[in-house]
Structure formats: C-alpha cells, structure tokens
C-alpha cells in the first residue's frame, strides 16, 4: 500500500510561484512512477506532470516552462515547482503513484487527497 500525501498549496497572485510537495509512505519512491494532476471546478482532472521510475519526465504543454517536477529519494517526496502562476492554473492538485510507467495518463493505481492552488490576477 503506498499512502501520498500533498502540502504546499495556496493562494497567490498571477506571477507567483509556489512549491507542491508529495511524501510518500510505504515504498520507496525511486521504485514508482509518480505523477502530479489537477481538476478545476466543473472541468476533468488533467496530467500536469510526471516523473517514471527510469528518471523522465513529462510536462502538459499548458505548463511547459513554468512548471518543473522533481523527486527526492532520500526524503521520499515528488515536488512540483509552479512559476509564473495564471489564474487558469487554479485547481485542486493531487499526487499520483504506480508501480508502472502513467505518464500523464489518470490510471494511477494511488492517489493523495489534493492540496488547493489559488491564483488571482
């Protein structure tokens, strides 16, 4: 059983930025492929990005370049570095993890309970 769970979210103003965190429980993180995602009011949820087990990663193109995905193995945490936030970019985010290769595809195998970003203009 892997437990993930989420801090980091917040409000703040377009042009901010913020860092997402995601700690891992119950196995070691470099054994997973782990993901960020993140479902607005009214809309589905979507990849944001992902970091595979073998160390790459992959960016949704409304993000590219603001966004950076990183994991710590020694602190068993995924973090998402948020830059040059828009208010579009305001959604509930939640961390996912699998023991196969996700990508930005929504079939995580687990799931933590989210952490709100809030970007005002």
């Known amino acids: 059983q892997v437990q993930l769970v989420e801090s980091g979210g917040g409000s703040v103003q377009a042009g901010g930025s913020l860092r997402l965190s995601c700690a891992a429980f119950?196995?070691?993180?470099?054994?997973?492929?782990m993901g960020w995602f993140r479902q607005a009011p009214g809309k589905e949820r979507e990849g944001v990005a992902s970091?595979?087990?073998?160390?790459?990663?992959s960016y949704a193109d409304s993000v590219k370049g603001r966004f950076t995905i990183s994991k710590d193995n020694n602190k068993n945490t995924l973090y998402l570095h948020m830059n040059i936030l828009k208010p579009e970019d305001t959604a509930m985010y939640y961390c996912?993890?699998?023991?196969?290769?996700?990508?930005?595809?929504?079939?995580?195998?687990?799931w933590g309970q989210g952490t709100q970003v809030t970007v005002s203009s």
């Open positions: 970091y595979d087990r073998d160390g790459s990663t």
């Open positions: 996912a993890a699998d023991f196969r290769a996700r990508r930005l595809e929504a079939n995580y195998a687990y």
């Open positions: 119950g196995y070691i993180p470099s054994s997973l492929s």
